[in-house]
């Protein structure tokens, strides 16, 4: 093994990134996605039959299609910029001006080192620059850069950033905590440990912001 290859191995073992934005390469979007599921297909079947599977069996015969078009259209969706979230805003009307809590945000994500799950929560606010995002939105932008191979650190900065974009003011901040299946399931195998990231922008940098926005992640909800 080169010094590369060794150097790279260790960064993917220890589930390092190297960018705050996916890593495509510039012919991403010239296959279209029945021809790209049509590639993954044949590959799955290669991958499956290398392993000893008998695919003409009736529970393994589908499953190629099946694992292409989730890749596709499922958990690789968020690659395809067609599938962001429109970035529509409103007028902050009623003027609130305080802090915008969207807690305990479902993340299911996928770790680009070894295509297991990352599952957990995303914490995200903002304070209001004359603006205001729809909540639903919030979860959608999760959701989006979710869906595609991912680096937690990576995900919890260009969900940040997104927003900033949308909401034209740095005052965003994002929390993940989540479980790595790479971490839960394979390796050292410890299925207890979650990893936390955050990311604070603008006020959110101020000590006394920061801890605000971490006493309201810790309000129980109840109904």
């Given at each position: 093994m080169t010094n590369h290859e060794d150097h790279t191995d260790n960064l993917g073992n220890n589930h390092i990134?190297?960018?705050?934005?996916?890593?495509?390469?510039?012919d991403a979007f010239e296959k279209t996605d029945d021809e790209k599921i049509a590639i993954i297909k044949k590959?799955?079947?290669?991958?499956?039959?290398?392993?000893?599977?008998?695919?003409?069996?009736?529970?393994?015969?589908?499953?190629?299609?099946?694992?292409?078009?989730?890749?596709?259209?499922?958990?690789?969706?968020?690659?395809?910029?067609?599938?962001?979230?429109?970035?529509?805003?409103?007028?902050?009307?009623?003027?609130?001006?305080?802090?915008?809590?969207?807690?305990?945000?479902?993340?299911?994500?996928?770790?680009?080192?070894?295509?297991?799950?990352?599952?957990?929560?995303?914490?995200?606010?903002?304070?209001?620059?004359?603006?205001?995002?729809?909540?639903?939105?919030?979860?959608?932008?999760?959701?989006?850069?979710?869906?595609?191979?991912?680096?937690?650190?990576?995900?919890?900065?260009?969900?940040?950033?997104?927003?900033?974009?949308?909401?034209?003011?740095?005052?965003?901040?994002?929390?993940?905590?989540?479980?790595?299946?790479?971490?839960?399931?394979?390796?050292?195998?410890?299925?207890?440990?979650?990893?936390?990231?955050?990311?604070?922008?603008?006020?959110?940098?101020?000590?006394?912001?920061?801890?605000?926005?971490?006493?309201?992640?810790?309000?129980?909800?109840?109904?």
């Open positions: 990134g190297t960018s705050e934005r996916t890593p495509l390469r510039k590959n799955v079947e290669n991958i499956l039959t290398t392993l000893g599977m008998d695919l003409t069996d009736d529970s393994l015969q589908k499953t190629p299609d099946r694992v292409a078009k989730m890749f596709v259209k499922e958990i690789f969706g968020g690659l395809n910029p067609d599938k962001k979230p429109s970035s529509s805003t409103f007028e902050n009307k009623y003027k609130y001006n305080e802090m915008l809590v969207e807690k305990n945000i479902t993340v299911y994500s996928t770790c680009e080192h070894h295509l297991l799950p990352i599952v957990g929560r995303a914490h995200v606010a903002y304070i209001s620059n004359g603006t205001v995002v729809g909540l639903s939105k919030m979860n959608r932008i999760v959701d989006y850069f979710s869906k595609r191979p991912q680096v937690q650190e990576r995900l919890t900065i260009q969900i940040v950033k997104e927003l900033q974009k949308v909401l034209n003011t740095d005052n965003v901040a994002c929390i993940i905590d989540a479980k790595h299946l790479c971490v839960n399931s394979r390796g050292i195998r410890d299925i207890e440990s979650s990893t936390v990231t955050a990311e604070f922008g603008g006020k959110f940098k101020e000590e006394s912001v920061k801890r605000e926005f971490l006493d309201y992640i810790k309000l129980e909800t109840s109904f």
